[in-house]
């Protein structure tokens, strides 16, 4: 049974910074891409990053390129998403998901097949 578990979500103060953390297990976590994806409230789910399955390859949403990273252990079976300069509209509940296709610029959430619970990160202004 796959397990993908969200950690590292909190209250931020705007220009500040977060680290979250993904969990993965009950999956060949080395041969999955990971993405990760977020809820702002009363909106769709958004994609925000994704990354392929050795780390050499990400894309990034417009809205975050620059001020978000990216990174995955593979030995640990987690993934990261590093966010700095955070801004009030980067709150929302932020989603892990995982897939066995190849990712492009252009990953929509029906790509993923596993998702985690999420973890909600506020930006306060």
């Known amino acids: 049974q796959v397990q993908l578990v969200e950690s590292g979500g909190g209250l931020v103060q705007a220009g500040g910074s977060l680290i979250l953390s993904c969990a993965a297990s009950g999956l060949t976590f080395s041969s999955n891409a990971m993405g990760w994806f977020r809820q702002p409230p009363g909106k769709d789910r958004e994609f925000v990053a994704a990354i392929n399955w050795s780390g050499a390859h990400t894309y990034y949403a417009d809205s975050v390129k620059g001020r978000f990273t990216i990174s995955r252990d593979n030995a640990k079976n987690t993934m990261y998403l590093q966010m700095n300069s955070l801004k009030p509209e980067d709150t929302a509940v932020y989603y892990c998901?995982?897939?066995?296709?190849?990712?492009?610029?252009?990953?929509?959430?029906?790509?993923?097949?596993?998702w985690g619970q999420g973890t909600q990160v506020t930006v306060s202004s």
């Open positions: 998901a995982a897939t066995y296709r190849t990712i492009t610029a252009t990953m929509a959430a029906a790509d993923f097949g596993s």
